[in-house]
């Protein structure tokens, strides 16, 4: 195979994915054409009866061509699947990965492993079966060409994940040998007291791992579960769903109006109840047995009821946080966590929605917990009062401006609520009186600002800022802000992103001054 | 250039040039001319006695109400170009358009991703360019048309210079 580029390393030896990958990926392909082609035989077989008796005599042979046809096609398409395995190859050096792939259409693709945003392991239940799984490597393209090797064995997978990430973490290794000190150490850093500091007291800062020497081996960066998502509470959280209440009610309205027709039969609602079950099923395939963990590598998520999916965010890849609290969930105490990150949640991406998830359904304190991960330090005094005025507080307190009592006519809900405040690591925007949303902007990711100002908002003197991010489910904006306050904070917030784009390069996590190597 | 209420303080635009204003009327004339045959096609199959059904003052209004409305944009078409105006600052590029819905939008040189030169034809008769600044943000990619050609090169190897010696991460 001729390796033509210049950075491949001729050193690392190339591998090839599992020989029944193909399959695991085109069996709904090769069922639906064994269904249509044997239904179609069958049936002319079935069917004779009803023409010329003369018919029967060609059973024998008539039978023997089908057949024939039927393993030629089937034998091509073997072919296919063994050729599209044979030219699949893909190596990992210190720098970069790379998958040479396709047939007739060669392509080779090569992805720099420190540009990496997050790598994920999921396996698809016929994968599952057969011990296989994907890895998935993104890196911040505008979404649909991430790297992925499907499928290897799933022990195979976990490992070239742990390298991987080692090398985008910084350390020159061939081996995950110097990954495994590090995550050793950062055990010894998470022990249990540690563990209930952090849930008592929040957002204290994670101890950010050094590379010094340990001596336990372990496979992996060691995990700590800092949330799960019971199956009740999961099941609970998605019959509180808009969807489903006015679903239900819907449902039930047609079920009512039909009864007072007569010949009314249960068996009419059925479509719409599989419209809203099949809605269901899907959340809960997804946010079944859901766990966020903190590791060296970042915040790992794993969930999955048929397909299973772990997904390795690694430090700093975060650029936008929102926590949502719809009104159905407020007697609960439930909310949810979406992030923004580059190369996830582009259109573009696969299950972009479901990825960009970090918590589905969680308690006040699990929201706590995750967001000590992702935002290791927020940046001010009693995180905790903080945090609450954030999430779910209205009014001035805890350093948050809002906006003029003059916009009520405009919001008449939210104005107290709609604001915002700055912290020294981030920009927190408040939204919303029903559903509430609170959005964590870490300054070094801010990539850009927006002041706008259409003509009624003129009339009432406000103007809105916006954070740009990449793609995905989280919009940073502050709404109605005197426009005072608004140029101020669009100036302000401007220094603050180019300050702290000096000061931090994330990269490489765990190494330091990496830059004048890099370029 | 007129300062206005949203423009952050202390900042000097650099406006496009007046020209640009020719180049938005070509697509305006374009747009309005077809919005007019099509709203008026009823109007013509009323008068020939093939839709003799359709209200006349329907068909005289429908097409006379759009035509008002297109010359007001057209009229307002200058005013939008001297709207439009961009500042260099040592971090970061400001750009605002806009007269009804204002918009002023920083980005930071060292998050720019790549720089786009385009020239349309109506752009290469009058000697201008556009420059599209892009970052990894779909909504922070920075626009500014309407530059003469000498200028948009200039900006574009200053934004190339400057973004390479602010590189930043994501």
């Given at each position: 195979m001729p390796h033509t580029q210049d950075d491949t390393n001729t050193r690392e030896p190339w591998h090839r994915v599992h020989p029944v990958s193909p399959l695991v990926r085109g069996w709904i392909a090769v069922v639906a054409i064994a269904f249509v082609y044997g239904q179609n035989t069958l049936s002319s077989f079935i069917e004779?009866?009803?023409?010329?008796?003369?018919d029967g005599f060609m059973m024998g042979e008539s039978l023997l061509i089908p057949i024939l046809i039927g393993s030629g096609i089937l034998i091509v398409i073997l072919l296919g699947f063994l050729g599209s395995w044979w030219f699949t190859k893909y190596q990992i050096t210190d720098r970069h990965v790379n998958v040479n792939s396709g047939m007739v259409f060669r392509k080779q693709r090569q992805a720099r492993i420190?540009?990496?945003q997050s790598i994920d392991i999921a396996q698809p239940l016929v994968a599952r079966i057969f011990g296989l799984a994907e890895l998935r490597f993104d890196v911040a393209?505008?979404?649909?060409?991430a790297m992925s090797?499907?499928?290897?064995k799933l022990s195979e997978a976990q490992e070239l994940r742990n390298t991987i990430l080692a090398r985008a973490a910084g350390?020159?290794?061939?081996?995950g040998q110097q990954h495994t000190e590090v995550s050793t150490q950062l055990t010894t850093v998470m022990d249990p007291e540690t563990t209930t500091h952090l849930q008592t007291?929040?957002?204290?800062?994670?101890p950010s791992p050094a590379p010094t020497s340990a001596g336990v081996q372990t496979q992996q960066a060691s995990e700590r579960v800092v949330a799960m998502v019971p199956l009740g509470r999961l099941i609970g959280s998605l019959l509180l769903r808009p969807v489903a209440i006015f679903g239900l009610v819907a449902i039930i309205a047609v079920g009512v109006a039909m009864s007072m027709?007569?010949?009314?039969?249960?068996?009419?609602?059925l479509p719409g109840l599989l419209g809203v079950g099949g809605l269901m099923w899907k959340h809960i395939n997804t946010g079944y047995n859901f766990k966020a963990a903190t590791s060296a590598d970042g915040l790992r998520l794993s969930y999955g009821l048929l397909d299973t999916r772990h997904q390795t965010v690694p430090p700093g890849r975060v650029q936008a946080i929102e926590i949502h609290g719809p009104l159905f969930w407020r007697r609960a105490g439930w909310y949810r966590v979406a992030v923004n990150v580059a190369g996830i949640?582009?259109?573009?991406?696969?299950?972009s929605e479901e990825r960009?998830?970090?918590?589905?359904v969680g308690t006040y304190e699990d929201v706590l917990a995750v967001l000590s991960v992702v935002?290791?330090?927020?940046?001010?005094?009693e995180a905790r009062d903080f945090f609450a005025a954030a999430i779910n507080g209205t009014g001035q307190d805890h350093g948050f401006t809002t906006s003029d009592p003059r916009v009520r006519p405009l919001s008449p809900l939210a104005y107290r609520r709609q604001g915002f405040a700055v912290t020294h690591t981030a920009l927190v925007a408040r939204n919303g009186a029903l559903h509430r949303t609170t959005v964590i902007v870490p300054h070094e990711r801010t990539q850009g600002i927006r002041l706008s100002q259409g003509p009624l908002a003129r009339r009432f003197n406000v103007a809105e800022v916006g954070l740009a991010t990449t793609a995905g489910p989280v919009t940073p904006v502050v709404k109605q802000l005197d426009v005072e306050e608004a140029r101020a904070l669009f100036l302000s917030q401007s220094d603050r992103a180019a300050l702290a784009r000096k000061k931090f390069?994330?990269?490489?996590?765990?190494?330091?001054?990496l830059h004048d190597e890099e370029r | 250039m007129q300062q206005e209420p949203i423009d952050p303080a202390g900042i000097t635009w650099m406006r496009v040039s007046p020209q640009y204003a020719k180049v938005r009327m070509v697509g305006w004339g374009i747009s309005a001319l077809i919005t007019l045959v099509v709203l008026s096609v009823p109007l013509v199959l009323q008068l020939t006695g093939v839709?003799?059904?359709?209200?006349l003052w329907l068909g005289i209004g429908l097409p006379a109400i759009v035509l008002i409305a297109e010359l007001i944009r057209l009229a307002v078409i200058p005013r939008q170009v001297a709207a439009i105006g961009y500042a260099e600052r040592d971090d970061d590029l400001l750009v605002r358009h806009g007269l009804m819905f204002q918009k002023v939008l920083v980005v930071p040189y060292g998050r720019m991703q790549f720089v786009d030169v385009a020239v349309g034809p109506i752009d290469r008769m009058l000697g201008l360019c556009k420059i599209k600044l892009h970052t990894?943000?779909?909504?922070a990619t920075a626009e500014i048309p309407g530059l003469p050609l000498a200028e948009g090169t200039r900006l574009r190897e200053q934004l190339a210079a400057r973004g390479e010696s602010r590189l930043a991460g994501l």
């Open positions: 004779p009866e009803l023409s010329s008796p003369e420190d540009r990496v393209d505008s979404g649909s060409a090797l499907a499928f290897i350390l020159k290794s061939s081996t007291s929040l957002p204290q800062q994670v027709v007569e010949d009314f039969r249960p068996l009419f609602l949640g582009g259109p573009g991406a696969e299950d960009s998830v970090l918590l589905p935002l290791p330090d927020p940046g001010v005094q390069d994330t990269n490489h996590w765990l190494e330091e001054n | 839709w003799p059904g359709y209200p990894a943000a779909a909504d």
